[in-house]
């Protein structure tokens, strides 16, 4: 006898469509169709905006109970919903992601699905999560209450007091449910059955954390018989007249209902429906974020609501809010918190967008889903220009050539709109969206176009943004990822490639063109950001962008010493994973910054500021695109050698929005530099900060800044007064010993040298690693380095010579040629010493031999400087150059050049994945505290960076804790360095930051103090 069990498919079907004739004798059948299902979800209300009234409302946030199960066929089926059994319960708070709480692993994907992929099925490990909760409703929750679900992931089951309510679907979209008639006053049970794993998840491919669970918030709200469902807030502005336009929807079970209208600030009162004119309004920017608190009233509920007046136009191919031309500087954002998943407490959020606004940006691309609900009211305040983005990303389709696509399959239609629906009813009435963008990496086709549709017919006074689509059908901006400088010239110049199709090429070139993501901050870097933003100011077309990203997803894990560091893709024991690609961020999991970030708020500084030559004045340039500098008051300061020797504030009369002026300083800053010597340096900074409080910075705070610096006349060059004392096993010169057998140092000043040499090399950064964009070399950097043999360099001694120096005294010079196994080219380096009264001077002369050609390309080198290392430990260094961050020739905008002392850990950049970093460009001169005694370091402009651990060692580490100090110093002095690009996901170096293999000869003298 043999027994037949249909397999699982879509609609209760066999695989070859035709339908079950018998029943399933499979476990969990109704469970496996239910999460297979492509409906969007089933029984919940109409999508609404997020409104805040007097209704009454119940918070159900706290602790709950959590049952998992390893898949739906195992996991109990009925009577759990009641509360009655506990078994196998245990607590858990809510909102959470439960895998942040022991149950169960994070995992991370970027592109690839982590399960097979057969939509609409998903496998059979879906770990299904049971929560359950009682609490208390009073009387004024009866007889109508609606249960609110802010954020399902991925698939939520509801049951009230037994009664099932419906299902959730759109992880990152809230869902209502009408609870009339089964809510109890009294104790009621609510129970959800969370899903890992649904069809929902293949339109769900966000690159981040997958992580399951009831991760928002979760709310009883009484509903009045009288109230208001629904509200529409139209608010425009005429820039022309001055005039705002008001007009307010009010709607109660889908049907316009009578409501008042109030603005007290404008004494404005209305009747819901119609439009009226408002005189003499204070639009709303991004810059001047006014707000008017309105109350929106019928005779049982009151909404309380605040209304931006504003416009949005594209005209001649350029994006205008309120007539004006913007600029974004932008950010995207995802949502995620080290300890805690996909859950944001609201004073972490807070504090991240004051943190935004304090460097200078102000846009934010919701990448790639809504944020929580509360986020929208806070960038309508601070002022954030908003491109809101659908819960949609099917990027794991690509890998088979978009091959089944939710996005062109017409069974998936429903439930896209939906998704696109959810996303607009909830935030309609935020003055900070600017735009609504379909979704992310979701390849093309139908439906996207009738999520447009629905878009545009609901809300046409916002612009539709998606980038997955390069001919632009259903969008009115041109929006591309990653396009490199010179793409993006073309396209401000309205001049890019032309599309096959003239009547899309013609409607695209209409269009104002963003970078919706770019300069992608992985690591060290981004480089190149200089040089988009000077295209986004030259070339009205361009809209500017949203680097990518704000914040690095590291996971808060413990080291084995007892101290903590962030773990990435992998460390949880994934069976596929994308490594570290989820650790990309201008500030890190707890939102510290990273340079990335210090040099980005340079960048964009919306004022720029010029120190003339002589001291006697200073230029600005207003960047802003409404406001005056009225905000700002200016200051400067003069110091050298670490001390300020002048300092004050300078009278600015207000400047205009995209105008400048030339501004006087006091007469007493001019007499200085003049005064100065040839030997004596000092700088000059002139800065532009709040003048008053804000709510995102207080007075005071630094907005823009520019610099002049008088620098000391370089020393031609160190006198050779000292002769070479010949010894049995060393050769002595100054302060310094050297081996007779390898012509290298082994002591300067009484500091053991264990290492002095050329380096050519660097551990590779997660720039190097990636695969530049455009380049015929497909290998990454990183390859290239090390199949050029950089990393494994040899040397050879030529010969040590002494010889007469014109100068008197005596030089020493060690002659070397360095080279790798199996390769024919190499390096020259002559090393030539010479000393005088203490000090020791060091000239390097670098000339590479042979043709630097490998598996038929050219190499490229990381950098040419010495390697110094110690037998003592550094514990500070201080130095005059670039500071205080880590600058490299493409990067380090924001820092200065002054006085600067750290700690050596402070000199550190502690990347999630160890690499390349840390270097202070600019340098002149540097003191390192080490073995009891103060190294002395100089020289023409040079790249220093100190560490306690060596090269081999950093570029084997995985994690910070990989990273253990030896009781060595490892100094090096780069007298070039390659830049760092964006090539971890985009364009790699720009041609004039790259290092061909050249003839070098750099300087250093050293000097050690007790």
């Given at each position: 006898m043999s027994l037949h069990i249909p397999a699982a498919t879509a609609g209760g079907q066999d695989p070859h469509g035709a339908a079950n004739s018998t029943p399933s004798l499979?476990?969990?059948?109704?469970?496996?169709?239910?999460?297979?299902?492509?409906?969007?979800g089933r029984g919940s209300l109409p999508p609404r905006s997020y409104l805040a009234t007097d209704a009454p409302k119940l918070s159900l946030n706290g602790d709950w109970q959590l049952r998992l199960s390893p898949g739906i066929r195992t996991a109990p089926h009925d009577g759990w919903q009641y509360g009655t059994d506990l078994a196998g319960f245990v607590p858990l708070p809510v909102p959470s992601s439960w895998s942040m709480h022991g149950h169960g692993s994070p995992a991370y994907t970027n592109v690839q699905f982590p399960f097979a992929v057969e939509?609409?099925?998903?496998?059979?490990?879906?770990?299904?999560?049971?929560?359950?909760?009682?609490?208390?409703?009073?009387?004024?929750?009866?007889?109508?209450?609606?249960?609110?679900?802010?954020?399902?992931?991925?698939?939520?089951?509801?049951?009230?007091?037994?009664?099932?309510?419906?299902?959730?679907?759109?992880?990152?979209?809230?869902?209502?449910?009408?609870?009339?008639?089964?809510?109890?006053?009294?104790?009621?049970?609510?129970?959800?059955?969370?899903?890992?794993?649904?069809?929902?998840?293949?339109?769900?491919?966000?690159?981040?954390?997958w992580l399951p669970g009831i991760f928002r918030d979760v709310t009883l709200q009484a509903r009045p018989t009288d109230g208001i469902d629904d509200l529409f807030v139209h608010a425009d502005y005429d820039h022309k007249t001055g005039h705002g336009t008001l007009r307010v929807e009010v709607t109660r079970a889908g049907k316009v209902?009578?409501?008042?209208?109030?603005?007290?600030?404008?004494?404005?009162?209305?009747?819901?429906?119609?439009?009226?004119?408002?005189?003499?309004?204070?639009?709303?920017?991004?810059?001047?974020?006014?707000l008017y608190d309105a109350t929106v009233s019928t005779a049982g509920e009151t909404a309380s609501v605040q209304v931006g007046f504003?416009?949005?136009?594209?005209?001649?191919?350029?994006?205008?809010?309120?007539?004006?031309?913007?600029?974004?500087?932008?950010?995207?954002?995802?949502?995620?918190?080290?300890?805690?998943?996909?859950?944001?407490?609201?004073?972490?959020?807070?504090?991240?967008?004051?943190?935004?606004?304090?460097?200078?940006?102000?846009?934010?691309?919701?990448?790639?889903?809504?944020?929580?609900?509360?986020?929208?009211?806070?960038?309508?305040?601070?002022?954030?220009?908003?491109?809101?983005?659908?819960?949609?990303?099917?990027?794991?389709?690509v890998g088979a050539g978009w091959a089944q696509n939710p996005s062109d399959d017409p069974q998936w239609e429903e439930a896209l709109v939906d998704r696109m629906q959810r996303t607009v009813e909830r935030d309609k009435n935020h003055p900070s969206v600017i735009m609504w963008s379909l979704g992310n990496e979701a390849g093309t086709g139908r439906n996207?176009?009738?999520?447009?549709?629905?878009?545009?017919?609901?809300?046409?006074?916002?612009?539709?943004?998606?980038?997955?689509?390069?001919?632009?059908?259903?969008?009115?901006?041109?929006?591309?990822?990653y396009a490199s400088q010179a793409e993006t010239a073309l396209i401000g110049q309205g001049i890019e490639p032309a599309l096959e199709n003239a009547e899309l090429d013609a409607r695209r070139r209409a269009m104002p063109f963003v970078l919706c993501e770019y300069v992608h901050a992985m690591g060290n870097g981004p480089g190149g950001m200089s040089e988009y933003q000077e295209l986004f100011e030259k070339y009205p077309r361009l809209m500017g962008g949203f680097v990518w990203e704000w914040l690095e997803h590291g996971i808060t894990v413990p080291d084995p010493d007892g101290g903590e560091h962030f773990a990435y893709g992998g460390d949880f024991g994934e069976e596929i994973h994308d490594g570290n690609f989820v650790t990309d961020g201008l500030v890190d999991a707890n939102r510290k910054p990273r340079p990335g970030l210090l040099d980005f708020k340079k960048v964009i500084e919306p004022l720029h500021i010029e120190v003339g030559q002589d001291w006697a004045s200073f230029a600005v340039r207003n960047g802003q695109d409404f406001a005056d500098t009225s905000a700002f008051s200016f200051q400067y300061k003069v110091e050298a050698d670490g001390d300020t020797r002048l300092e004050g504030s300078v009278a600015v009369a207000p400047i205009a929005p995209q105008s400048e002026t030339a501004v006087e300083l006091p007469a007493e800053v001019a007499g200085y530099a003049a005064a100065l010597g040839s030997s004596q340096s000092a700088v000059l900074t002139v800065s532009a900060v709040l003048a008053s409080d804000t709510a995102w910075a207080g007075a005071g705070h630094e907005v823009a800044w520019g610099q002049g610096a008088r620098i000391a006349a370089q020393d031609p060059g160190l006198p050779a007064g000292d002769g070479i004392e010949v010894m049995d096993d060393e050769l002595r010169l100054g302060p310094a010993r050297f081996s007779r057998s390898t012509g290298m140092p082994t002591s300067i000043g009484g500091l053991p040298v264990d290492k002095l040499g050329l380096v050519l090399w660097w551990p590779p950064t997660d720039n190097d690693l990636g695969r530049e964009w455009g380049s015929i070399d497909e290998r990454p950097l990183a390859t290239q380095w090390k199949d050029a043999g950089l990393d494994r360099l040899h040397t050879r001694l030529l010969g040590i010579t002494a010889e007469p120096a014109a100068d008197g005294g005596e030089r020493l010079r060690v002659s070397?040629?360095?080279?790798?196994?199996?390769?024919?080219?190499?390096?020259?380096?002559?090393?030539?010493?010479?000393?005088?009264?203490?000090?020791?001077?060091?000239?390097?002369?670098?000339?590479?031999?042979?043709?630097?050609?490998?598996?038929?390309?050219?190499?490229?080198?990381?950098?040419?400087?010495?390697?110094?290392?110690?037998?003592?430990?550094?514990?500070?260094?201080?130095?005059?150059?670039?500071?205080?961050?880590?600058?490299?020739?493409?990067?380090?905008?924001?820092?200065?050049?002054?006085?600067?002392?750290?700690?050596?850990?402070?000199?550190?950049?502690?990347?999630?994945?160890?690499?390349?970093?840390?270097?202070?460009?600019?340098?002149?001169?540097?003191?390192?505290?080490?073995?009891?005694?103060?190294?002395?370091?100089?020289?023409?402009?040079?790249?220093?960076?100190?560490?306690?651990?060596?090269?081999?060692?950093?570029?084997?580490?995985?994690?910070r804790p990989d990273l253990v100090p030896d009781g060595r110093s490892y100094v090096y002095v780069d007298h070039a360095r390659r830049g760092v690009g964006t090539a971890a996901c985009g364009p790699g170096v720009l041609e004039p930051y790259r290092l061909k293999p050249r003839d070098a000869e750099f300087d250093v003298i050293f000097r050690v103090l007790e």
């Open positions: 499979e476990l969990g059948q109704e469970g496996v169709r239910e999460l297979a299902s492509l409906a969007p939509p609409p099925f998903v496998q059979e490990a879906n770990p299904i999560g049971d929560h359950l909760v009682t609490f208390q409703a009073g009387p004024e929750f009866l007889p109508h209450a609606l249960l609110r679900f802010d954020g399902i992931d991925s698939a939520g089951t509801v049951w009230l007091n037994g009664v099932e309510l419906g299902t959730t679907r759109g992880s990152r979209l809230a869902h209502e449910f009408d609870v009339s008639g089964i809510l109890v006053e009294g104790t009621n049970t609510l129970a959800v059955r969370v899903a890992q794993f649904s069809a929902a998840s293949y339109v769900e491919d966000q690159d981040m954390w209902v009578d409501a008042v209208v109030r603005i007290p600030e404008l004494g404005l009162e209305l009747a819901a429906g119609t439009e009226q004119a408002v005189p003499g309004v204070k639009p709303w920017s991004a810059e001047e974020p006014h504003r416009s949005i136009t594209i005209e001649d191919a350029q994006f205008k809010v309120n007539g004006r031309r913007i600029l974004l500087r932008g950010v995207n954002r995802h949502e995620h918190h080290p300890r805690l998943g996909r859950v944001l407490p609201r004073d972490v959020v807070e504090a991240e967008l004051r943190l935004m606004k304090q460097h200078n940006i102000n846009a934010i691309r919701t990448s790639h889903y809504p944020p929580h609900p509360e986020f929208l009211a806070l960038a309508d305040q601070l002022g954030f220009y908003v491109v809101l983005e659908c819960d949609l990303e099917t990027h794991g389709f996207l176009a009738a999520m447009s549709r629905w878009a545009k017919d609901r809300d046409p006074s916002r612009p539709i943004h998606y980038e997955g689509d390069w001919s632009s059908p259903d969008v009115d901006v041109y929006s591309r990822m070397t040629r360095v080279g790798a196994a199996d390769k024919q080219y190499g390096v020259l380096v002559d090393y030539l010493w010479t000393s005088n009264s203490g000090e020791l001077a060091l000239r390097t002369r670098v000339k590479p031999v042979g043709d630097w050609v490998n598996a038929g390309f050219d190499v490229e080198w990381a950098r040419i400087g010495l390697e110094l290392v110690l037998g003592t430990g550094t514990t500070t260094v201080n130095w005059f150059g670039q500071g205080p961050h880590q600058s490299y020739p493409d990067t380090g905008q924001g820092a200065r050049t002054g006085w600067f002392e750290l700690p050596l850990a402070g000199l550190d950049v502690d990347y999630v994945r160890p690499q390349e970093s840390g270097a202070r460009a600019g340098v002149r001169h540097a003191v390192l505290e080490t073995g009891g005694k103060q190294l002395h370091l100089s020289g023409e402009p040079f790249a220093l960076t100190v560490r306690p651990y060596g090269l081999n060692v950093l570029a084997a580490a995985r994690h």
